[in-house]
Each structure stands twice: as structure tokens, then as C-alpha cells.
């Protein structure tokens, strides 16, 4: 998969776009490049959709790295359930992602990213907080949702010029 620096830029830019829209981090960020590996748009949101908030608003793994996953996942998965060498090759790349994630954003935990203390996460509602001016103003999801399409980016980068 050959892609110009310029359609990655693009490519970040939209899963940014995509979370300033009203859709979840993970959403933002699979939805970006989701057409890469057969996915259309609608079907790529609704996959990722159950990841935002960090997994369901548990405040756990940040859905926008939930997001680089399930696209390491699309790029190179193993299909068989035997494959244990695709298996561990699929491992390696989301270990060294997630990592590059932890180092650039200080946490991959929604909680910790959020400044979340005890009692705070422990009464994490279901319910999507509304998005509005003040909402985009205390968060910093639209910068994580920009450093996870990056980061994937990156190493999209990184495979063509190998």
C-alpha cells in the first residue's frame, strides 16, 4: 500500500474532523482509514462505536487507541486461527504502536488521560456527554484522536518504505 504523505495528512485531518462531528475517538480514528481495507464509512463507525469512552465510557483504554488496534487488526490480522507466527507479528506492531501512544500522550487509560480521579471513574455514566463548545474546550480527545491517526500513519509510512 503505497499513500502519498499528503492523503495521511489528509487522512489525520479527517479523524480529527470526524471527532469535532460528534463521533467517538475510536470511530474518528478507524472511519479514517477504514476504505484502506474494504470497510465503508457507516460500517467502520458502527464497529468502533462501543470503544469510545474508553470502552463503553468505562474510562479504560482510550478509544483512540482502541482505534490504532483495530487497525493494526485490518492491516495485518492473521485469518488463521493456527497462524500463530501472524499472530504474534500482528502482537509485535500493536505493542510497538501502543507504545509510541504512551510515550507521546503520557497514558493509554481514558481515566488518566481525562485526569479522572477514584471516585470520578468509579461513577462513569452510560450516558454520551453532550458535545458542546464547553465540552471540546475541557477535553483533550481532539488532540489524542490526531496523535493515534498519526501514529498510524506513521507506520503505514513506515510499511511502503520498507
Known amino acids: 500500500m503505497n499513500i502519498s504523505e499528503q492523503e495521511l495528512d489528509a487522512r489525520v485531518a ?11 475517538c475510536c470511530q474518528s480514528v ?37 482505534g490504532i488496534v483495530m487497525l493494526v487488526g485490518l492491516d495485518c490480522g492473521q485469518t488463521e486461527g493456527s497462524d500463530r507466527e501472524g499472530k504474534s507479528a500482528c502482537y509485535k506492531v500493536v505493542q510497538e504502536l501502543l507504545a509510541q501512544s504512551e510515550a507521546e500522550n503520557g497514558s493509554l487509560i481514558c481515566a488518566e488521560i481525562l485526569g479522572l480521579k477514584g471516585h470520578e471513574k468509579a461513577h462513569c455514566s452510560y450516558v454520551a456527554s453532550p458535545r458542546t463548545a464547553e465540552y471540546y474546550k475541557q477535553r483533550p480527545c481532539a488532540a489524542k484522536v490526531e496523535s493515534a491517526a498519526r501514529i498510524f500513519a506513521r507506520y503505514l509510512q513506515s510499511k511502503a518504505e520498507r
Open 14 to 24: 479527517q479523524a480529527v474532523e470526524n471527532f469535532m462531528a460528534g463521533y467517538g
Open 30 to 66: 478507524v472511519a479514517a482509514f477504514a476504505d484502506l481495507y474494504g470497510l465503508d464509512d457507516a460500517l467502520a463507525k458502527k464497529i468502533a462505536a462501543g470503544f469510545g469512552g474508553g470502552v463503553g465510557r468505562l474510562r479504560m483504554m482510550c478509544g483512540a487507541v482502541s
